[in-house]
């Protein structure tokens, strides 16, 4: 079975634009949630879809959104970028019902 | 953004000896993860753990779930060069309804031939 993929890998953009990050669950697996990981704040929860909807949210700006899609790929969206959120972005699935999250190898995003 | 105190902070251990490492928390958590992360790469799921007091092992790896739901603690017996990552606790929420891990400060493992 293949694992949470997540496209891109790398990505450098310069304050102010925007960037959005895509993840594909493991195959069944209907929740998806996003983390940034950061040196200074370690691995912070930014939201969970689940069935398209947004179950739950952290406490980031609401520069950062997302949505899920009918195959339960999920893609996630920063707007006028800054300087601090140069991080590795990581989506993590589930499966409904389970407490176990799997996650992806993240996008590691360069804010210039 | 919270998270949970991990300890200790980095290790340095000779290859073949035993790791011990804990997390605790001011909350109660109703599951315990730990995962482990290479450079560049996702955290890698070891252990998850659904009970207080549940004792659970994964070859080397035996991972506990405080009694209290407070704390979790990890130990890695004889451990080997491939040991060497960040290992990260991370504590849930009940399993059915939310997705919301809060993670530990990780614990940083050098393995030394």
């Known amino acids: 079975k293949a694992g949470v993929t997540q496209t891109p890998r790398y990505l450098i953009k310069t304050r102010g634009q925007q960037v959005t990050l895509s993840c594909s669950p493991i195959?069944?697996?209907?929740?998806v949630s996003w983390y940034q990981q950061t040196p200074g704040q370690g691995l912070q929860f930014l939201f969970e879809?689940?069935?398209?909807?947004?179950?739950n949210k952290g406490n980031f700006p609401g520069r950062f959104s997302g949505r899920q899609f009918s195959n339960s790929r999920s893609e996630m969206n920063v707007s006028t970028l800054e300087l601090g959120d140069s991080a590795l972005y990581l989506c993590?699935?589930?499966?409904?019902?389970?407490?176990?999250?799997?996650f992806g190898p993240g996008t590691r995003l360069t804010v210039l | 953004g919270q998270q949970l105190n991990q300890s200790p902070q980095s290790m340095f251990i000779q290859e073949g000896e035993d790791v011990s490492m804990n997390c605790t928390s001011s909350?109660?958590?109703?599951?315990w993860l730990w995962y482990k992360q290479d450079p560049g790469e996702g955290p890698v799921l070891l252990i998850a753990?659904?009970?207080?007091?549940e004792l659970t092992s994964n070859g080397r790896l035996t991972a506990q779930f405080g009694i209290t739901r407070k704390d979790s603690f990890l130990n890695i017996s004889a451990s080997i060069p491939s040991d060497v990552g960040i290992y990260f606790c991370?504590?849930?929420?009940?399993?059915?309804?939310?997705?919301?891990?809060?993670f530990g400060t990780g614990t940083r493992l050098q393995v030394t031939l």
């Open positions: 195959s069944g697996h209907r929740s």
């Open positions: 879809y689940f069935s398209e909807t947004q179950r």
């Open positions: 991370a504590g849930g929420p009940n399993t059915g309804t939310a997705s919301k891990l809060t």
């Open positions: 753990l659904y009970k207080a007091g």
């Open positions: 909350s109660i958590f109703n599951t």
């Open positions: 993590a699935s589930r499966r409904t019902g389970g407490g176990e999250q799997f």
